[in-house]
């Protein structure tokens, strides 16, 4: 890697006021004065500019896409082609009309979760991000925090709807982040994935003129390979999404023109937008992965652009790529069983019911077997039912909120000691380190009802 290409330290002391900056009124403070607004941690606007982009330094180096303006206008640009291609609609899942608890795994500027949350007023929206790039006036049942969606869940309440879009080659574990995702789904509920292809074809043949076009997309697959978050793997999804427990899993891929070639006019309409779109993602998609992963010097990389920007503007060439939209739903008949195996009546049993555990099931259900299950492997359905059963029965929090964009050193900062009586008025129960986290919380958390992204409590 040349020196211009190197990873330079953090944002200079003019970089204007992130848009992620959280106002006093936003529901998820309840703050009184202005100091929320500075609140957000400086690590996390620590960002890092390489090749003339800036990009995330939470969890530094772990999403190779830039999160500055131009790339914030893309992604815009990007949910308006996803909205005329889905008719104006935001997803397929028939979620029904009154979803009570939303996530936007990934959620970028927000724009979604922003659209959503206008859609639903009923609904609790809450996106989440790398980075604190989402606007500060955003409706006020829509909330953002900065987290990684590969690291642990800690959320305390099921979701009805997760949503996840454009967030293919930000994921190194699919089988994981579903299983997740399943796991935090109330019975009944679904997830829907969005994506658009890193692929081009034609049907006439025409595409194997943008050779350098073709080029680009090998290269990004055989850098994002080597990363390890594959961007080639929309086709895989509704498989995964089977194994790990939902069912109704319905694929639908669209076929989307790259530049305004199509005679149909909501077609050529797509097109055109499409063209905007890849014209700034080719730098998007390519500076970090071919510098980083390829060793590519920026002026290769800016050759081979400017040729593929050639061939997305020739409009003989018919450029064509796939969105996918897969969604699945959590099956009901956990419900049913659920609710069949352990009646509301017998939930004061559910405590001594596990410390007989393995009592009654010496051989199998050992709590050394149901901590396998449930951490290392992906857990016998058995162990599940328990988990979520365990979850739903008991008021779930294992830390005191942390409000987003929060990290522990603006906490302290903000209550100082306070935080500490605050600490202790959780009774916190942590009986085993992953399977059972409860705590009645008895302060003004108890309303919000969440816990936190671990990680960010353990940043400073
Ligand atoms: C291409 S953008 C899509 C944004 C948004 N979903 C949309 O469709 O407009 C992908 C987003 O995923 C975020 N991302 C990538 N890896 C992530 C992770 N592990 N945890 C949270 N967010 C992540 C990136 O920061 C980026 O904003």
């Not at 409860?438 to 936190?452: D, F, G, S, V």
Request: net charge neutral; with cysteine; hydrophobic share 30%.
């Amino acid at each position: 890697m040349t020196d211009q290409n190197a990873p330079t330290a953090a944002a200079p002391a003019a970089e204007p006021e992130p848009d992620g900056a959280r106002s006093d009124s936003d529901s998820a403070f309840a703050s009184t004065n202005g100091s929320d607004l500075t609140s957000l941690s400086s690590s996390i606007k620590a960002y890092v500019y390489e090749n003339g982009r800036r990009y995330h330094s939470y969890r530094e180096g772990e999403y190779v896409l830039p999160n500055d303006e131009q790339e914030q206008d893309r992604l815009d640009l990007s949910h308006h082609i996803y909205k005329m291609l889905l008719g104006g609609e935001l997803y397929l899942s028939p979620i029904g009309k009154n979803p009570q608890r939303v996530l936007d795994i990934g959620t970028g500027t927000g724009i979604w979760a922003i659209d959503f949350a206008d859609l639903h007023p009923g609904a609790e929206v809450l996106g989440n991000d790398l980075s604190p790039i989402q606007p500060r006036w955003v409706p006020p049942n829509c909330r953002f925090e900065v987290d990684d969606f590969e690291a642990e869940w800690t959320y305390s309440r099921n979701f009805d709807f997760i949503h996840g879009r454009e967030i293919e080659g930000s994921v190194r574990d699919y089988d994981r982040l579903f299983e997740r995702c399943f796991e935090h789904l109330r019975p009944g509920g679904y997830l829907e994935m969005q994506s658009m292809g890193v692929v081009t074809y034609s049907d006439d043949g025409s595409d194997e003129r943008a050779t350098n076009f073709h080029q680009v997309v090998d290269l990004i697959q055989e850098a994002s390979g080597k990363f390890g978050k594959s961007m080639k793997t929309m086709g895989t999804w509704k498989g995964k999404m089977e194994k790990a427990g939902f069912t109704n899993v319905k694929q639908k891929v669209f076929k989307v023109p790259q530049s305004p070639w199509h005679d149909d006019p909501k077609m050529k309409e797509i097109g055109l937008y499409n063209q905007a779109n890849l014209l700034e993602a080719l730098s998007s998609y390519t500076y970090a992965l071919l510098s980083r992963v390829l060793q590519w010097r920026r002026v290769e990389i800016e050759v081979l652009l400017a040729g593929a920007r050639r061939e997305i503007k020739d409009l003989s060439i018919h450029l064509t790529t796939d969105v996918y939209i897969v969604y699945g739903q959590k099956p009901e008949e956990a419900a049913k069983a659920h609710s069949l195996l352990f009646p509301p009546s017998s939930r004061s049993l559910v405590l001594p019911f596990l410390f007989l555990y393995p009592t009654i099931f010496p051989s199998l259900l050992t709590p050394t077997h149901v901590y396998t299950c449930l951490t290392v492997e992906s857990g016998c359905a058995f162990c599940r039912l328990m988990q979520q059963f365990v979850k739903q029965s008991l008021s779930v929090s294992t830390r005191p909120p942390i409000h987003s964009h929060f990290t522990k050193q603006d906490r302290r900062r903000k209550f100082g000691n306070d935080m500490k009586r605050k600490r202790d008025r959780h009774n916190v129960t942590n009986m085993s380190s992953r399977i059972i986290r409860t705590a009645q919380c008895k302060c003004r958390c108890k309303e919000e009802k969440k816990t936190r992204p671990t990680d960010i409590n353990n940043m400073t």
